[in-house]
Structure formats: structure tokens, C-alpha cells
């Protein structure tokens, strides 16, 4: 038999002469110890594919999300054929030997937390064409996520409270409110943040009361809120209990103090200038004078609270006809109420040919207020 075998080398199961594959050497020097055994002994024992004999894939009923390693992964899957692929194709190994191997898969749906998954596997071996067939159950387990149990469990760390400044909030700003506070927790449950989520929104005579899952999330929503709304962020941390680690665990409570004045509200700030159409609260309080037109806005140190008292709003503004233009300061207009022809303050922001304006009434008197698209 030597004399027919080209490397001079025998199988040892069966004795037949074995021509050693050129690429039988392993790094370091070492042989492959399969390399010495004939095509038929090595094809005997060979599989080209392990398979797991079941895949268990544990997802959320609530929210789709899939146990993966150590955590929960967003997956936002509802029909979990798609996982069941991706799980069923990270458990299987091919032989390190196959060379330009393909595969697919063709899933069935035994029940609604079963699918069978038939993988057909083909490749090349010592360049001999192989084909393995292998079916894998794959189970899916029902559960509930850690973040969906908290929040059914109404857990939460935090309390952002929207407040106003010696007044209530309006409904239009509680609702701007839990618009940020719901977006700014969307964007971070985008990125992946598991642990982002609003548990309870509570409107209230005072305001609004949100439970936020985390602190930082909580400081994050309070600043969101005042940064467009205006006003300031106070905070106030209360000890509920100890972790395992003796650590002291703090909830804490930030309040969006609102500004006491709005864009819209007309002021009094009794300095003989005439009344101040606030127009901004961001930073220091802005507005424009109804008497001349001319552009307010409060020192450092008064900031978004000045010595003021609110007299009226843009919404307690009448249209009125314009009598007659006396001259750069003064008009005339018919009084909403007695229709008595009177004269007042002309602001340079009027229309010397509009034949109605806007006026608000108040107990000093009557004022013409600027068009919308003029606040600014």
C-alpha cells in the first residue's frame, strides 16, 4: 500500500493510504490530528453544523424588549420570527474547517410561542460539497422587563413640580409642560436610557406634579421646562431608604418655578412711564411700553421679577375704531365700552392709517396695543 499512497502516510482506523491536505498544519508547527484519518473515517464522525437542541428567547409582554446576556435590549418587536432567526443563527457553530459556507432558514409557527426553525447548511470539506439539515425549536417566554415592572409597580425617584410665581400656571403652560417633559424622556429612551420613563402626571390646582423614574432624569425635565417656559429650578431631596450597600437613597423634588409674569400680560411698573406689554421671561423680563413703544427690559437684579402689578392681558384687548390721529403722540379713539371719543398715548408701533386698533381698558385708562407680529 505504500507504494500507492503519494505522501506515504496510512489512515489510522482503516489503513488506507491518506494524502495529507497541504493546509494540515496548525499554527505553532502542530498537526491536525483529524488530518491524518482517510475522507471516509473523517467524514464518519463529522458534522458540519452544532446545534442547541432548544432556544428559549425571553421578551417582554408590555413593551417587546428581549433578554439578551445580562440586560434588556429595545427591540420594538411584535412578531418575534425576526428574533427568533437572529438568536437561532448567534447559537449555532459551523466546523472550523468549512470553506464558503451558506445557509437559510425557513421558520415555522407551531403556536404563538413556538417556531421551529429548519436551517439547510452547505459548504465545501477537504473540497467535497457537504449538506446538513438541522431543525431547532425556538420558545418564546413571555415576561415582564425590569423597567415595565417598575413602572406597573408606580416606582419613581423623582418629582418635577411646575409652579407659578405668586399665580397658578395656566392650562396652556401645564400642557407645554408635560409636552417637554414627555419629549425629553422620548429622546432619552431613544438612546437606549431603559430607565427613562414619566410613572404618573397629576394636574393639580397649583400646577403640575410629574413622577420621573430617575433624579437626573427628574433635574432634566425641571430645566427643560424652565428653559422655555422661563423661571427657575429649585430642588429639595427627601431620605427614603438605604441600598444594600448602606448608601442612602434620596428622592428628590425640583420644582419649575415659573415666571410671575407671561408674553401677554400688560404690567404696571408704577415708575411713570406707562404700562409694559411683556413680551419675553427668559433671563430679564422684556416687553414694550404702550405708551411710546419703546423697548423694556428689567435690570440684572430685578431679572424676571420687577417691582410690577398685572393690570390686564393681550386677551382683554377690544378692537376700536380710530377717530383721528392728533399728532406723533396722540390719537383718538372711541372707547369700547361708552363709545365716547378720547384721546391717548400715540406708541410709535401704530399705524397712523389703520382705521381700528386694538385697545385695552383698564382703571388708568385706555392703551393701544401692538399687532402680534409687533410683540417682539
Known amino acids: 500500500m505504500s507504494s500507492s499512497s503519494r505522501s506515504g502516510e496510512f489512515c489510522p482506523r482503516c489503513g488506507d493510504p491518506v494524502e495529507r491536505p497541504a493546509d494540515a498544519d496548525l499554527p505553532g508547527g502542530q498537526q491536525d490530528p483529524d488530518a491524518v484519518l482517510c475522507d471516509a473515517c473523517y467524514f464518519e464522525d463529522f458534522d458540519l453544523v452544532d446545534a442547541p437542541d432548544r432556544i428559549e428567547v425571553r421578551v417582554c409582554s408590555r413593551c417587546g424588549a428581549v433578554h439578551r446576556g445580562n440586560r434588556w435590549v429595545d427591540v420594538g418587536a411584535r412578531d418575534y420570527t ?16 468549512a470553506r464558503d459556507v451558506d445557509w437559510g432558514v425557513e421558520p415555522e409557527q407551531v403556536d404563538q410561542n413556538t ?7 452547505t459548504g465545501f470539506i477537504r473540497d467535497t460539497p457537504l449538506q446538513e439539515e438541522v431543525t431547532v425549536p425556538v420558545y418564546v417566554s413571555r415576561e415582564t422587563c425590569d423597567r415595565c415592572g417598575r413602572i406597573a409597580g408606580d416606582y419613581y425617584a423623582s418629582i418635577v413640580q411646575v409652579r407659578g410665581t405668586d399665580r397658578t400656571p395656566t392650562e396652556a403652560e401645564n ?7 414627555e419629549s425629553y424622556v422620548a429622546e432619552r429612551e431613544a438612546t437606549g436610557d431603559r430607565d427613562a420613563f414619566i410613572t404618573e402626571t397629576n394636574r393639580t390646582k397649583d400646577g403640575v406634579d410629574m413622577k420621573i423614574s430617575t433624579n437626573q432624569l427628574g433635574q432634566g425635565v425641571a430645566n427643560h421646562v424652565v428653559r422655555e417656559l422661563g423661571g427657575s429650578v429649585s430642588e429639595a431631596p427627601t431620605l ?43 433671563g430679564n423680563l422684556k416687553g414694550r411700553r404702550l ?4 423697548r423694556y427690559e428689567a435690570s440684572f437684579e430685578e431679572g ?46 401704530m399705524d397712523p392709517d389703520a382705521d381700528e386698533v386694538p385697545v385695552l381698558k383698564h382703571r388708568d385708562g385706555l392703551h393701544v396695543l401692538p399687532d402680534d407680529s409687533d410683540d417682539e
Open 115 to 121: 417556531i421551529r426553525m429548519h436551517c439547510l447548511f
Open 291 to 294: 405708551e411710546t413703544g419703546a
Open 240 to 282: 427614603v431608604t438605604e441600598d444594600g450597600d448602606g448608601n442612602e437613597v434620596y428622592r428628590v423634588t425640583f420644582t419649575a418655578r415659573l415666571p410671575p409674569f407671561t408674553p401677554g400680560d400688560v404690567i404696571d411698573l408704577d415708575d411713570g412711564d406707562g404700562p409694559v406689554l411683556v413680551t419675553s421671561a427668559h
Open 304 to 349: 424676571i421679577d420687577p417691582d410690577a402689578r398685572k393690570i390686564g392681558t393681550r386677551e382683554d384687548a377690544e378692537p376700536t375704531t380710530v377717530v383721528a390721529v392728533e399728532d406723533d403722540r396722540a390719537v383718538q379713539v372711541l372707547d369700547p365700552e361708552t363709545f365716547e371719543s378720547k384721546t391717548v398715548p400715540r406708541p410709535d408701533y
Open 175 to 181: 400642557d407645554r409642560a408635560v409636552e417637554i417633559a
Open 82 to 97: 425576526d428574533i427568533a432567526v437572529e438568536e437561532t443563527a448567534d447559537r449555532l457553530a459551523v466546523h472550523v474547517d
